[in-house]
């Protein structure tokens, strides 16, 4: 299992990007995805995660309203779409797979995600 991040970049506060996770691993089997960030100097935090059915979605409290997570199972991506970006949504975003899930789970702990990936710097200036 693979998972490769992309779409991070600098952006103005108010603006918008959109992120995007390629799992490259187990086609037959869909995993619950899940993006966390983690800050220099902070612990890493859940931002947003959707079950292997994709009909369930839940978001942290900083990010509800403003960010967006969808998935294509067809294509096994899944994509963030960040809106109203904030200086303190700046950090690097690590997708992730939880391939022990049941179908309609949505884990929201890092500890429930056995593969990750590498990581997409989002810097949003002021």
């Known amino acids: 299992v693979q998972l490769q991040a992309s779409g991070g970049g600098l952006v103005q506060a108010g603006g918008s990007l959109r992120l995007s996770c390629i799992d490259s691993?187990?086609?037959?089997?869909?995993?619950?995805r899940a993006w966390f960030r983690q800050a220099p100097g902070k612990e890493r935090e859940f931002v947003a995660a959707?079950?292997?059915?994709?009909?369930?979605?839940r978001y942290a409290d900083s990010v509800k309203g403003r960010f967006t997570i969808s998935r294509d199972n067809a294509k096994n991506i899944v994509t963030l779409q960040m809106n109203m970006l904030k200086p303190e949504d700046t950090a690097v975003y690590l997708c992730?797979?939880?391939?022990?899930?049941?179908?309609?789970?949505?884990?929201?702990?890092?500890?429930?995600?056995?593969?990750w990936g590498q990581g997409t710097l989002v810097t949003v200036s002021s």
């Open positions: 691993g187990r086609i037959s089997t869909r995993p619950a």
């Open positions: 959707i079950s292997r059915s994709g009909g369930s979605t």
């Open positions: 992730a797979a939880d391939y022990q899930a049941i179908l309609t789970s949505v884990p929201i702990n890092r500890e429930s995600y056995e593969f």
